[in-house]
Every structure is written in structure tokens, then in C-alpha cells.
């Protein structure tokens, strides 16, 4: 069945999944972005699952899933996402984040280290500096205002440039538009601006340097791929940078990334990983 509801100490969440492919390599969660779906992985589904089991789902909050009311951040997501995992009976996955999955799979790894065989962050939502982070505020307030969906907007003109195909701006404005106005500031907040986030830098170093897996890192922007590189420290790690792609890159290079993510995987199970593992 698409749908599993999961319990935590956030309450219960109806998760929408897929669940395709039986191949030999280990188990793909796939994790989508603030303001997406699951269907952002449909680019990469069909090629992976040649290989592996792929999960993908839609978090609390988006896509076809559960909208609660509160909680909507993601530590929650990344608990909600043990329990589901707990429920298909997958001890352990390669969890591929993007953008604020990045965030989510890299809490699935240091807060749940032994579900976690490996963590792909693309272009993930972390290590943004203080000349950035000090708009966020105002970002928050106008998620938070009456034109929140407009506000969303205008953050995600900055996710694309002009390497983006059309039909993928399309598709990210229509699941904007979509988007419950709640959702979008509470994960937004959570992620850049409470206690405890770690989008920004320095609280992003001091989080990441807790990852012990292997990490396979795909970043657009140069500066940041350099700056995480000094924080990995499995030897299997690894940095890509795609300069002039956008913040959409895996959508805008699907058959790259579907063969760098299958290439590292392989590697990183054939000379990395214990059998026990």
C-alpha cells in the first residue's frame, strides 16, 4: 500500500510512499525538499530501482501526506522516517537528501547512526552564512503574513538559473502554490532559525562533523563544496560540485546523478563497509 501511518512523539502521520525495485544494493531513501514532493525524485526512480530497493516519500506536511498542524520541522521528519522504515521492516538504507532533505538525512545519520549505511546531501540546506542567514527573518515573517505563498515564490526564484529547464520551474511554483502556509514557515524556521538548527554556520560544523558515515556531497555552488569537504571524515566521503547548475541540479542532470549516486554506492560497498554490514 502508497500510504503507512507512523507514530511518534510528534503524534501520528499518514506517510504517502512508493516503494520500487528489488535489486541487489542496498536499500535507497529518497527525501525530498522544503516545499516539494516525492514526485522530484521521478526524474531518478526507474534507474535506480534497476539496482536497488527505492523508498521515496512525501514528509509530514507535503505531497499527499499528513499536514499537522504543529511540529512540522526536521528532527520530526527524520523520526517520522525511522518509524516508517521500522514499518517495511528496512534496517538499514542510503539516505539521498535534497535541499532540506540534506538536513533530514544528516539527522537520520547522526541521531540514528545505525539505520544510516550511507548519506548523499545534494545541494543540501546547511552551511549558509551570516550575510545570507540575516534575511531570514524577514523571510519567516513573510511566510508566516498574509501573502505567504507569494513569499515562498520569491524565496524559490532563487533555486533556479538559467541552466533550468521550464518544465521543472513549472512544476516546483505549482507544489508552492499547493503548499499549506504553515508547513512552509514552521520547516523553513526549524531549519535556519530555532534553538537547535543547524542551516547556518557555525552550528552547521559543529553538526556535521557528528556524521560518521561515508558522504557522497553534490553541491552547486564551489565555496560550500569546499567548506564541507574539511568536515567529512569517512574515507569513502566524497565532493562533487556541478558549477553552473541551480539548486535543481539533480533534476537538471538526471542521468549524471543517477550514475554518480549508483557509482559511490558501489564503491562504498566494495571497499568500505564491513560484511557484517
Known amino acids: ?83 516508517l522504515l521500522d514499518a517495511l521492516g528496512v534496517p538499514e538504507v542510503f539516505a539521498v537528501g535534497h535541499s532540506m532533505g540534506g538536513q533530514i538525512v544528516t539527522i537520520l545519520a547522526v541521531e540514528h547512526p545505525d539505520r544510516v549505511a550511507g548519506v548523499v546531501a545534494v545541494d ?19 511566510l508566516r503574513g498574509e501573502r505567504a505563498t507569494e513569499a515562498a515564490l520569491r524565496l524559490d526564484q532563487w533555486c533556479t ?39 547556518v554556520r557555525p552550528a552547521s560544523d559543529d553538526y556535521l562533523a557528528r556524521r560518521r558515515c561515508p558522504v557522497l556531497s553534490i553541491w552547486a555552488d564551489p565555496a560550500r563544496a569546499v567548506w564541507e569537504a574539511g568536515l567529512l571524515k569517512h574515507p569513502g566521503s566524497k565532493v562533487v560540485c556541478w558549477e553552473g547548475s541551480s539548486h535543481r541540479l539533480h533534476e537538471e542532470r538526471p542521468a549524471e546523478f543517477v550514475e554518480v549516486v549508483s557509482g559511490w554506492v558501489r564503491e562504498i560497498l566494495a571497499e568500505h563497509l564491513t560484511p557484517e554490514r
Open 1 to 83: 500500500m502508497p500510504y503507512t501511518t507512523v507514530e511518534t512523539d510528534q503524534g501520528a502521520v499518514r506517510l504517502f510512499h512508493t516503494d520500487d525495485g528489488a535489486g541487489g544494493g542496498p536499500p535507497l531513501l529518497l527525501v525530498h525538499g522544503w516545499g516539494a514532493d516525492s514526485h522530484q525524485w521521478s526524474w531518478h526512480i526507474d534507474a535506480l530501482a534497476a539496482e536497488h530497493r527505492v523508498i521515496a516519500v512525501d514528509l509530514r506536511g507535503h505531497g499527499y501526506s499528513s499536514v499537522p498542524a504543529e511540529g512540522n520541522t526536521p528532527h520530526a521528519m527524520a523520526a517520522d522516517l525511522v518509524a
Open 124 to 142: 543540501p540546506g546547511y552551511g549558509i552564512g551570516p550575510e545570507i542567514a540575516r534575511g531570514f527573518p524577514r523571510t519567516i515573517e513573510g
Open 161 to 199: 538559473n538559467a541552466a533550468t529547464p521550464a518544465v521543472i520551474r513549472r512544476w516546483h511554483r505549482r507544489r508552492l502554490e499547493a503548499m499549506p502556509a504553515h508547513v512552509l514557515a514552521q520547516a523553513f524556521e526549524a531549519m535556519f532559525a530555532l534553538p537547535g538548527s543547524m542551516g
